[in-house]
């Protein structure tokens, strides 16, 4: 192992950021999680995105990120975490009420951009607009999909040195923050790659998370991870996934770590590979099981009026329909 992570460290000491998961990580959240979803979910949420994207959610996950740094979306920036009051390893413990800022957090912003988001089908499904000419729709499901994917990296719900960003570590011998080595560091050392991940389509390491997703191959069940995926609970099931992000910084993401040792040789690196796997896997299936429900939600009855229903998907439905295309 360790001189696959010598191969390809060169390349990926330039790829990781302080943002949240790499951008490119993002996107392949996003392309997973269009694997997982229903027919009827791409055909509507594919007339909420603008033309460039066509109709992926793979290729628009990693927006939010770029936004956030612009003079208009500076705004939304703090959007992308929740800064629990906690100093792990010692002590995790996240409370909504009184971790997330003045001016929102991850948790919020899901619960926001979800009920603009539900809006925003409900007009497809009644044929008010599509082909993305809504940027309100068009941000709320970017927002949406990149968030779901940020409130599962563990530093995004952690407030200790800024979630890792102010916490000095060696990776392959170069100095780096520890919110650098999760976001990227890592999961290029799982996928054994040296170049970023395709922004355009699936890449061989996700597909392969989706597959074992599929089949039930992880140490956690799948069918666990969507136990709260009622987007009528935003708030609820949120704060629930950023509970479980927070507890990996006690129970690893910390605990385990030596600043004097180089994380890339000791065994960290190799150890968290598990983690980010089922985290980015958890995102990807959340993200298809929220989009699906929300889609599913929105019944347009004869009239053309439409109402608010609880989606009846499951997990087991997503993946028995898909394994059976």
């Keep these: 192992m360790a001189a696959v992570m010598k191969y390809i460290l060169p390349a990926s ?32 949420l594919s ?11 793979g290729r628009a996950a990693a927006w939010a990120d ?9 705004f939304s920036y703090q959007w992308h975490w929740i800064d629990a009051h906690d100093y792990p390893p010692e002590r995790c413990n996240l409370n909504y009420t009184r971790d997330c800022a003045h001016g929102g957090c991850v948790v919020s912003a899901i619960a926001n951009q979800t009920s603009i988001l539900k809006g ?19 941000y ?19 407030q200790r040195a800024a979630g890792g960003n102010f916490f000095r570590v060696k990776f392959g011998n170069k100095s780096t923050e520890l919110h650098a080595v999760w976001d990227g560091y890592i999961p290029y050392l799982a996928a054994n790659v040296s170049e970023p991940f395709s922004n355009q ?31 009528a609970r935003s708030v609820e099931c949120a704060t629930r996934w950023a509970t479980e992000s927070n507890q990996w910084t006690c129970d690893y993401v910390y605990s385990r770590v030596n600043q004097s040792a180089d994380l890339a040789e000791d065994g960290y690196a190799f150890g968290a590979v598990s983690i980010v796997e089922l985290q980015i896997s958890k995102a990807a299936l959340r993200l ?17 009026e439409t109402s608010w229903g609880k989606s009846t998907i499951s997990h087991e439905q ?7 295309e």
Excluded at 20 to 44: K, R, S, Y
Excluded at 47 to 57: A, D, V
Excluded at 120 to 137: A, E, M, P, W, Y
């Design 66 to 74: 770029g936004y956030a740094h612009t003079d208009e979306g500076r």
């Design 13 to 44: 000491l330039l790829l990781a950021s302080s943002a949240a998961w790499n951008t490119d990580v993002h996107n392949q959240i996003g392309f997973m999680a269009e694997e997982l979803l229903t027919p009827h979910a791409v055909a509507v």
């Design 140 to 158: 709320a499901l970017k927002w949406v999909s990149h968030f779901l994917g940020d409130i599962a990296q563990p530093l995004h719900a952690s």
């Design 120 to 138: 925003c089908i409900q007009d497809v499904q009644t044929g008010i607009f599509s082909g993305g000419t809504n940027l309100t729709c068009s």
């Design 288 to 304: 298809a099981t929220w989009l699906n429900n929300l889609v599913d939600g929105v019944a347009v009855t004869a009239g053309g």
């Design 318 to 324: 997503i993946v028995l329909d898909l394994t059976e």
């Design 201 to 231: 389509s699936i890449a061989p390491f996700f597909s392969n998370l989706v597959s074992r997703i599929r089949k039930d191959q992880f140490y956690e069940a799948p069918y666990m991870w969507t136990a709260c995926t009622d987007p």
């Design 47 to 57: 007339q909420l995105l603008e033309p460039q994207y066509n109709g992926s959610i």
